[in-house]
C-alpha cells in the first residue's frame, strides 16, 4: 500500500531526532521534542482549493520544515507519515 495525496496535501515522513544535545546530554525517550524537520514522500495535484488556483511547490524528496501542531499522523504498516497541507509547510532545507 502506498499513500496517494489528494488536492493540496503532502505526505512527510519525520526524520529522526536527535538523542543528544549539542552539549552531549543523552535525551530519554520522553523528553524528544516532536521533530519539525521531515522528507517529502508524496504530493498532492494542487489545482483548484476553496475556489483559489494551488500550485505545488515541493516536491519528493525535499526535506521541510512544517508548523509544529500541523497534519495528521497516518501509520501504514510498520511506517509512520504525516499528511499536511502545503500551507502547513514554512520552508524547504536546502
Known amino acids: 500500500m502506498k499513500l496517494v495525496p489528494l ?4 505526505v512527510l515522513k519525520e526524520l529522526e ?3 543528544t544535545t549539542a552539549s552531549g546530554i ?7 521534542e516532536k521533530p519539525q524537520q521531515a522528507e517529502v ?6 489545482g483548484v482549493i476553496d475556489g483559489k488556483e494551488v500550485k505545488m511547490e515541493v516536491a519528493v524528496g525535499d526535506q521541510v520544515i512544517y ?6 499522523d497516518v ?12 500551507s ?3 520552508a524547504v532545507v536546502k
Open 7 to 10: 488536492g493540496d496535501r503532502v
Open 17 to 19: 531526532a536527535e538523542e
Open 26 to 32: 543523552v535525551l530519554p525517550g520522553q523528553a524528544k
Open 41 to 46: 514522500v508524496a504530493v498532492g495535484p494542487g
Open 67 to 72: 508548523s509544529k501542531y500541523a497534519g495528521t
Open 75 to 86: 501509520k501504514l504498516g510498520e511506517e509512520e507519515f504525516i499528511v499536511v497541507r502545503q
Open 88 to 90: 502547513d509547510i514554512l
